[in-house]
């Protein structure tokens, strides 16, 4: 896969699978936009240990309202254009109905449909509307297998994701025609930096256990898949979600 030339967007690109996302782009070529919301010594890191020269943070918190919009004017402000957009910020709020307060319920659920759905949707629509002025371009959005399996202590995560997924198979039936195509990437669990220091031993070896192969995703096999729906020739798979789990969730 070659990705010289194209300018490509990543939200949440400061750490884990969007870290491991951009430094992939950056070795095949691709000049990449690191969206981060806070953690700037995160971001200035990964931003120096990247491959090629050209890239760009981008400080935004895609949740707030204009966020989307100021994200990619000052993403084609900077870069010219917009080839491949990566939507893979996203938050997971733990809010089991056993144990949380009504608060706590329903103040999950709209900071998690904050920035895991209302966010990408804007970010689709003032991504799609970039590319549409250059002839189109490529869109993959980061899901997750609770969107199937369900996530009985973050109903409000796996809801987003599966709204997300629907969202994303309806926009690529639409977007089609302008060239542009939605790619969707469902990882189960993932070895990131802050999973390996915040898992006990227990939950470590409980997640081992899920997939025959033993182990946890590395956020360079997400990132693989997400190379490949944005990638030149994968264009006739748009409206697909790549389930990167292991085997520990077949779905039908
Ligand atoms: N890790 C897993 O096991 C797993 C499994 C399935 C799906 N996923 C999905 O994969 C994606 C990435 O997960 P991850 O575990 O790699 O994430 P992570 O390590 O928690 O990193 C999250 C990234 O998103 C950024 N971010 C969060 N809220 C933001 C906002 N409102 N505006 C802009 N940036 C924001 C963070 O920036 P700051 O650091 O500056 O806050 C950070 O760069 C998510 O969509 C997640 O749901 C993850």
């Known amino acids: 896969m070659d990705f010289s030339n194209k300018n490509v967007l990543i939200t ?10 951009a430094q992939a ?12 919301r806070s953690n700037e010594q995160a971001a200035q890191m ?30 084609v402000d900077h870069f010219g254009s917009l080839d491949i957009l990566v939507n893979n910020a996203g938050i ?6 056993e144990e949380v307060d009504f608060d706590h319920w329903t103040n999950a659920w709209v900071d998690t449909f904050k920035t895991n759905l209302f966010a990408v949707s804007n970010l689709c629509y003032w991504g799609a ?15 997750s297998r609770g969107a199937f399996r369900g996530e009985p202590t973050k109903p409000a995560y796996g809801a987003s994701k599966a709204a997300l997924n629907s969202m994303s198979q309806s926009l690529a039936k639409k977007l089609a025609k302008h060239h542009i195509h939605i790619g969707v990437v469902a990882p189960g669990f993932t070895e990131t930096e802050m999973a390996a220091e915040t898992l006990t031993p227990v939950e470590r070896d409980h997640l081992l256990r899920e997939s025959p192969f033993q182990r946890m995703a ?9 190379l490949f729906l944005a990638s030149e020739g994968a264009g006739y798979s748009s409206g697909t979600i790549i389930d990167v789990n292991g085997a520990s969730y077949l779905r039908s």
């Open 218 to 226: 590395q956020p360079k096999e997400v990132a693989h898949a997400i």
């Open 92 to 97: 997971s709020i733990f809010h089991d109905i």
């Open 129 to 143: 509307k970039a590319m549409m002025e250059t002839g189109g371009g490529k869109i993959v959005n980061v899901s």
């Open 46 to 75: 990964t931003l120096m240990e990247l491959a090629g020269e050209g890239h760009h943070l981008l400080r935004q918190d895609i949740s707030e309202k204009t966020g989307p919009q100021e994200l990619i004017t000052n993403f």
């Open 12 to 21: 949440g690109a400061s750490r884990g699978i969007g870290k491991a996302t």
């Open 25 to 36: 782009f950056a070795e095949k070529g691709a000049k990449v936009g690191l969206n981060y």
